[in-house]
């Protein structure tokens, strides 16, 4: 009776199973595992938990085993798989679970747990749903597990083991610590707060990485590192063409050719896109998917047509917008100004309520308050981005009458204001990405790419960040995968959201 049990179940029902064809790796079998003449609730319960009757564990009070249970996708929905940052697949669940743990700490409970589990899935499969059961407010493991250390200890690569001196190090921190290749550190001797040489990271794996630096480094000396510019990984996709036809296949074959100069497109059977060429009737109608099954791009032709130079603009003008928001919504919370940060949102209105999962739930037209709290000791701006449940983005704050100068917080202030929720936004997940930074920035001018002004000679590393994932300078930059890095120092982020629900008609 004493103790937790937690239970993760990323199987291919725990939840559903991936599909077995199309864009993504199957997790089994594509028939939902379900009893009986269950009934999937799609539209989900409108209330603050659900009843006994429809939990796989009831409230805890009533069995000996005390379990807490965290499953990839309601019981209706498909289990899509992430990728790692090597691009592989991988268990959403199962990475998501290890990326929550290298971000909590003893004493935190099992619903902070699961809200990063959440976020972390929904981040690459918005419309997946996350489930969790059991006695949320119980710390994880009774608090007793081990938080990995803050500290980057650096040890020196034997690359030669006659030398006493090495440009090659290794730190105690990988993948499941948001450490991604080209991310740099300050290098300094144990003991000493001067950094004696600077270091880049250009191999990772999950738990350690690898990185160079112009110094040599003496391998009696103990040293540590501290990261002080973060990259979030490359702007790239991959693509899957499945075609069917005579035509089929020659269309395939200019869209390969297409897709060449682009250095962060990239054709594989288990991508994060689909582009399906189907020949029926004399005509030929070609579909850009998501992974969430989302329809990004549709033209149709006659069979003997090919594609026109504007097709060929608008296909890559969707992949690069697919690109950007997945690249946007995936950046994970953290840099040294999102930690005394604090986003809130607070229904106006009874109609709007916490669903089963714990997630805030509104309907068109709906309004709430967010409010946006600076615990730090320092003024501090904020700008945010609005991710929609259709991939379409737009800067909220700030607003179009305003200047970003008056989103500033004062040391332990707090900004309240009324958003509304657009009557003709789809239902899904919304995100907010919350920007937070030391000098104004105003993002409108990276997002509205048609009144662009000129980019200012000194930017912010976050402007460059955002800025990269255009790809629409014009020349060879626009055909490349590289992201600027961000300085950890110079600017935070923070990630808040809510479910999109619309009334049955």
Excluded at 335 to 344: E, T, Y
Aim: charged fraction near 25%; proline fraction near 4%; aromatic fraction near 6%.
């Amino acid at each position: 009776p004493n103790g937790t049990l937690l239970v993760l179940i990323d199987a291919c029902h725990s939840g559903t199973a991936s599909r077995a064809v199309d864009a993504s790796v199957s997790r089994g079998t594509p028939i939902p595992f379900t009893f009986g003449k269950y009934q999937p609730n799609t539209q989900l319960q409108m209330n603050s938990g659900a009843g006994d009757e429809e939990s796989f564990i009831g409230d805890g009070t009533d069995t000996l085993s005390n379990m807490v249970v965290i499953s990839a996708s309601a019981a209706h929905q498909q289990n899509f798989q992430l990728w790692d940052d090597k691009g592989a697949d991988v268990g959403s669940l199962s990475f998501a679970f290890a990326k929550a743990m290298a971000d909590v700490k003893p004493g935190d409970d099992y619903e902070l747990l699961f809200e990063k589990i959440k976020a972390r899935i929904q981040a690459g499969i918005p419309t997946q749903i996350p489930m969790i059961e059991g006695n949320l407010t119980q710390q994880i493991f009774e608090g007793k597990f081990n938080k990995p250390s803050d500290d980057i200890v650096l040890t020196i690569a034997k690359t030669d083991k006659q030398a006493k001196e090495d440009s090659v190090f290794v730190i105690n921190k990988g993948a499941l610590d948001n450490i991604s290749k080209g991310s740099t550190c300050k290098i300094f001797v144990a003991g000493s707060k001067e950094p004696i040489a600077e270091g880049t990271i250009v191999t990772v794996g999950s738990f350690q990485s690898a990185g160079v630096t112009k110094k040599l480094l003496k391998k009696e000396v103990a040293y540590r590192a501290v990261m002080d510019q973060i990259s979030f990984g490359d702007f790239s996709t991959s693509v899957a063409v499945n075609e069917k036809g005579t035509n089929s296949h020659q269309l395939k074959s200019q869209v390969a050719s297409l897709f060449q100069p682009y250095q962060f497109i990239s054709l594989k059977n288990n991508a994060d896109l689909m582009l399906n060429i189907n020949e029926q009737n004399a005509k030929v109608r070609m579909e850009l998917f998501d992974r969430g099954d989302s329809t990004r791009w549709v033209k149709e032709l006659s069979a003997s047509d090919t594609l026109s130079a504007a097709d060929k603009e608008e296909l890559i003008a969707s992949i690069k917008n697919s690109t950007r928001v997945k690249y946007l919504r995936s950046l994970p919370d953290g840099g040294d100004l999102s930690k005394n940060l604090i986003a809130q949102l607070i229904p106006q209105h009874i109609s709007s309520t916490v669903n089963p999962n714990g997630e805030m739930e509104f309907k068109p037209g709906d309004t709430f308050t967010m409010n946006v709290t600076n615990d730090s000791k320092e003024n501090l701006f904020f700008s945010i981005v609005d991710i929609m449940p259709n991939n379409e983005m737009q800067v909220l704050i700030p607003t179009p009458k305003r200047e970003p100068g008056d989103y500033e917080l004062g040391p332990k202030e707090t900004r309240s204001f009324t958003i509304g929720v657009d009557a003709n936004t789809p239902s899904g997940r919304e995100v907010y990405k919350v920007f937070i930074t030391r000098e104004a920035i105003d993002l409108r001018k990276l997002f509205d790419r048609k009144n662009k002004a000129a980019h200012r000679a000194i930017s912010m590393s976050l402007e460059d960040m955002i800025n990269d994932t255009f790809k629409d300078s014009g020349d060879a930059a626009a055909t490349r995968s590289v992201v600027s890095n961000v300085k950890l120092d110079e600017a935070g982020i923070l990630t808040v959201g809510f479910i999109v629900k619309k009334q049955n008609p």
